[in-house]
């Protein structure tokens, strides 16, 4: 995924043909001065994180519209409550449960995973006095530097990996962070991962997922949906119910065109079902191929099988079919409890940024 430094600044998040040029910028103060307004009065540090909200958008050439700083303002509040590094409810426990499944998965046996977390680490406690009190997902991400740094077991379970994938405010990956870290705008202390975890490094990250990217959606819905699924997962699932439609084969509206390593001889779901309007497409398989991988990109839209799929669809419902949904999707983690799926998360969001505009 790229993002394109020409279409950052659309605030309704209209398209680069729509909108071609960025809107000029408020100047600094006049924004800060707003974000201190849309800011709950309990947040702790409110200058902090108008001015953090600020660079994050204005770095990246993203208007500062009240639209642009009520979206990201409201994924904060949903993922973190306006907090750099929030608590995760049973971490611990959470952690400890992955240790040992990936031990059993190893053939580890448990006492020398117990005895390997006996051994003092770096700030003086075992690691099981440290695992045993960890709060947050930074916290975390330390712990398992050290114990596979230091321990040769911890190198073993985790393949020399980190497995904390995801941080900060607004929740972001790491690997999207270390993707898109070439014009970070602060001094690096220590790596991309511990930018990550600060207030900063995660609002300026979070900003790039959310809003760093062109899109033809008519609501900032889809982009907090795209926020929890992916770079265009909205779109995606639109399309996927128009082939729904067009070939009367129920698909999951998940956003994923292509199946993961699939080669053309075992394609997923979307790809077979797809390939069964080929005839009406007049299409081959490398050809509907080629365009499904754009899938994580604008530029899908321009090919011949989105526009001839949404023709079929369009006909066959009697009207246009919509261009973006909200994708059907599960959410799945050990930090999550209850049934969560992606359209509650978008909608949560939603209705957040809708008080934030009130304010």
């Known amino acids: 995924m790229r993002i394109r430094l020409s279409c950052l600044g659309l605030v309704l998040l209209a398209g680069c043909a729509t909108q071609p040029a960025l809107p000029p910028q408020r100047q600094p103060d006049v924004v800060r001065a707003e974000i201190l307004r849309k800011l709950p009065a309990s947040v702790s540090d409110r200058s902090g994180w108008a001015n953090d909200v600020y660079v994050a958008l204005s770095a990246q050439d993203i208007s500062t519209s009240t639209a642009n700083l009520c979206a990201v303002l409201a994924v904060a509040e949903q993922e973190s409550t306006y907090t750099a590094d929030p608590v995760v ?134 982009r907090f949906a795209d926020f929890n699924a992916g770079w265009y997962a909205s779109r995606n699932a639109a ?36 390939r069964a309007l080929g005839a009406r497409l007049d299409m081959g398989d490398g050809q509907i191929r ?33 261009r973006a949904i909200l994708p059907g999707i599960r959410l799945e983690s050990p930090k999550i409890t209850r049934k969560l799926t992606t359209a509650w998360f978008a909608d949560r969001v939603n209705a957040r940024w809708q008080r934030c505009m009130q304010r």
């Open 89 to 222: 409810p049973g971490l611990a426990r959470i952690a400890r449960a992955e240790i040992d499944r990936r031990a059993a998965a190893l053939h580890v046996p448990g006492l020398l995973v117990s005895a390997a977390l006996r051994i003092d680490s770096p700030d003086g406690r075992s690691y099981a006095q440290r695992l045993g009190h960890v709060r947050t997902e930074r916290e975390l991400s330390a712990l398992y530097e050290d114990f596979i740094g230091m321990v040769p077991l911890g190198g073993k379970l985790f393949g020399g990996l980190n497995p904390v994938h995801t941080g900060g405010p607004m929740q972001v990956s790491v690997d999207f962070a270390r993707e898109h870290a070439r014009n970070y705008p602060y001094p690096v202390e220590g790596s991309i991962r511990h930018e990550v975890f600060t207030r900063r490094g995660g609002l300026y990250f979070g900003t790039a997922h959310l809003l760093g990217y062109p899109a033809h959606y008519d609501a900032l819905l889809y």
């Open 239 to 274: 399309f996927q119910a128009a082939v729904s439609r067009a070939t009367g084969i129920d698909l999951a509206l998940d956003g994923d065109l292509l199946q993961p390593g699939a080669d053309l001889e075992h394609p997923g779901s979307t790809e077979r079902a797809i």
């Open 290 to 322: 080629d365009a499904l991988a754009r899938g994580d990109r604008l530029e899908f839209e321009e090919t011949a099988l989105y526009a001839r799929v949404f023709a079929l669809a369009d006909a066959a419902a009697g009207r246009a079919m919509p």
